[in-house]
T-cell receptor, first 115, second 110 residues
Framework: GAVVSQHPSWVICKSGTSVKIECRSLDFQATTMFWYRQFPKQSLMLMATSNEGSKATYEQGVEKDKFLINHASLTLSTLTVTSAHPEDSSFYIC???????????FGSGTRLTVV | SQQGEEDPQALSIQEGENATMNCSYKTSINNLQWYRQNSGRGLVHLILIRSNEREKHSGRLRVTLDTSKKSSSLLITASRAADTASYFC??????????FGTGTQLKVEL
């Protein structure tokens, strides 16, 4: 079945630095990938839709300059948290779908802790 | 914004019992999906039911969909301790964005 690999699985960084999270579709091409954020014991909130070869579409309230998304190829999307602050600490998850109207495959998530 | 509300927020049962989780959504959907998330991990797709379907089975899972009431239910039969996880309903509307319900935390005790 479809596999989405997300890396790193956890990262600790200092306040003010930037962190890049990678999301790869291993055995299928994904023109669209999605980035979510999840706080403890809460649901997933969609942050943005990553579109291969074009600009990402951000959800209302998500700072595009803070969360930079690049989808340079059909198998790779990256999320860069710029100038991270402690309030950016969260669980970030990406997903992609092999076909429309099929279930989505999720990466294993990245636990970001900003100290 | 969240598409759905799930009920109950938390459910604790004994191994062997059935677990039922309900999901209500707000707007029209193309399909409704259920996902499972173990603590601190990614999500696993369990089952998808299309808007023109009313019931679907997969192993110990049974999903129903009532589009007139904008609601869905997930039944896990003969639960096991390994079923302990959070369960989310999610749906796509006219586009391909998947939005999630609030989730149900299921605990299955031995």
């Amino acid at each position: 079945g479809a596999v989405v690999s997300q890396h790193p699985s956890w990262v600790i960084c200092k306040s003010g630095t930037s962190v890049k999270i990678e999301c790869r579709s291993l055995d299928f091409q994904a023109t669209t990938m999605f980035w979510y954020r999840q706080f403890p014991k809460q649901s997933l909130m969609l942050m943005a839709t990553s579109n291969e070869g074009s600009k990402a579409t951000y959800e209302q309230g998500v700072e595009k300059d803070k969360f930079l998304i690049n989808h340079a190829s059909l198998t790779l999307s990256t999320l860069t948290v710029t100038s991270a602050h402690p309030e950016d600490s969260s669980f970030y998850i990406c997903s992609a779908s092999e076909e429309r109207d099929y279930g989505y495959t999720f990466g294993s998530g990245t636990r970001l802790t900003v100290v | 914004s969240q598409q759905g509300e799930e009920d109950p927020q938390a459910l604790s049962i004994q191994e062997g019992e059935n677990a039922t989780m309900n999901c209500s959504y707000k707007t029209s959907i193309n399909n409704l999906q259920w996902y499972r998330q173990n603590s601190g991990r990614g999500l696993v797709h369990l089952i998808l039911i299309r808007s023109n379907e009313r019931e679907k089975h997969s192993g110990r899972l049974r999903v129903t969909l009532d589009t007139s009431k904008k609601s869905s239910s997930l039944l896990i039969t003969a639960s096991r301790a390994a079923d302990t996880a959070s369960y989310f309903c999610a749906s796509t509307g006219g586009g391909n964005k998947l939005t999630f319900g609030t989730g149900t935390q299921l605990k299955v005790e031995l």
